[in-house]
């Protein structure tokens, strides 16, 4: 096992966590569920409202749930080129967060709209620290096919 077989694992891990929260408890405030924001218990109080954000909410989900089996594919099939490339497209899509998503959760947060407030400070810093990972993984890992 290598270190970005571990690395794989890790995040299949946290977002399997994610994927559970979402389909099984949405309203928690555990493992980025969307219990933090306000406006989910705001919109039970339209049932048409309500079934909107569940809808988008299991679309998350499922997109997640789609993205943790392609990894799982990666991980158990995928040669070490494979994996290193995939990395980089993890880094890719997990940065894309920082284009439309950061600025609406940190406007939100700054608006009284986020329990706990500053939550969009930990989850910016806690995806930060996501893509740093990955890029040491692929650092130390490529050496061997440059």
């Given at each position: 096992?290598?270190?970005?077989?571990?690395?794989?694992?890790?995040?299949?891990?946290?977002?399997?966590?994610?994927?559970?929260?979402?389909?099984?408890?949405?309203?928690?405030?555990?493992?980025?569920?969307?219990?933090?924001?306000?406006?989910?218990?705001?919109?039970?109080?339209?049932?048409?409202?309500?079934?909107?954000?569940?809808?988008?909410?299991?679309?998350?989900?499922?997109?997640?749930?789609?993205?943790?089996?392609?990894?799982?594919?990666?991980?158990?099939?995928?040669?070490?080129?494979?994996?290193?490339?995939?990395?980089?497209?993890?880094?890719?899509?997990?940065?894309s967060f920082y284009w439309k998503l950061f600025p609406l959760i940190r406007k939100m947060d700054k608006?009284?709209?986020?329990?706990?407030?500053?939550?969009?400070?930990?989850?910016?810093?806690?995806?930060?620290?996501?893509?740093?990972?990955?890029?040491?993984?692929?650092?130390?890992?490529?050496?061997?096919?440059?």
């Open positions: 096992m290598n270190y970005l077989d571990i690395i794989f694992i890790i995040f299949i891990i946290i977002e399997s966590a994610n994927v559970l929260a979402l389909y099984f408890a949405p309203g928690s405030k555990m493992f980025n569920a969307v219990g933090i924001f306000k406006a989910w218990e705001h919109s039970k109080e339209q049932p048409d409202v309500h079934d909107f954000a569940k809808y988008l909410v299991y679309w998350v989900a499922g997109s997640k749930l789609i993205f943790i089996c392609l990894l799982v594919v990666i991980l158990f099939f995928g040669n070490e080129l494979t994996k290193l490339i995939s990395i980089l497209a993890m880094v890719i899509s997990i940065a608006a009284d709209q986020i329990d706990p407030k500053n939550y969009s400070k930990v989850l910016g810093v806690m995806i930060t620290v996501i893509i740093l990972v990955f890029l040491a993984a692929f650092v130390i890992s490529a050496p061997a096919w440059i």
